[in-house]
């Protein structure tokens, strides 16, 4: 387990749930990964991100998933391609990423609670 951290520093970090609108291969990147466009409602819109997912998830099946995604990070350039938010997920056994979803659907931009 890491340090503490107090809640105050927790409710900095803007978890919302959004839903895959497009994906896009992402040849450029140094590890496989897809180019998502992930809705996350009316106030915060459409976000861009890069996801090294390629393992568990073929790009067909990601349109229409909701995925939980940090939305305030700085944006952060990956090869030719802008990231605006982060999609998160586990590692599982052998290091491939697991996305972090909801269970039933939520609206878009939900926040975390």
């Known amino acids: ?4 951290i107090s809640w105050r520093d927790f409710e900095q970090v803007d ?3 959004g839903t895959v609108v497009e994906v896009a291969e992402f040849e450029k990147a140094h590890r496989p990964a897809y180019k998502l ?3 996350f409602g009316p106030e915060i819109g459409v976000l861009k991100s890069s996801a090294q997912i390629t393992a568990h998830y073929r790009r067909q099946e990601l349109v ?3 995925v ?3 939305v305030n990070f700085p944006k952060k350039q990956i090869a030719d391609f802008m990231s605006e938010c982060l999609v998160t997920g ?3 056994e052998q290091g491939d990423i697991v996305l972090t979803t909801v269970e039933r659907i939520v609206p878009n ?3 975390l609670m």
């Open 109 to 111: 931009g939900s926040k």
């Open 37 to 39: 466009q992930i809705d």
């Open 1 to 4: 387990m890491s340090g503490l």
């Open 64 to 66: 229409g998933r909701q």
């Open 90 to 92: 586990f590692a599982d």
């Open 15 to 17: 978890l919302r749930v």
């Open 68 to 70: 939980v995604a940090v």
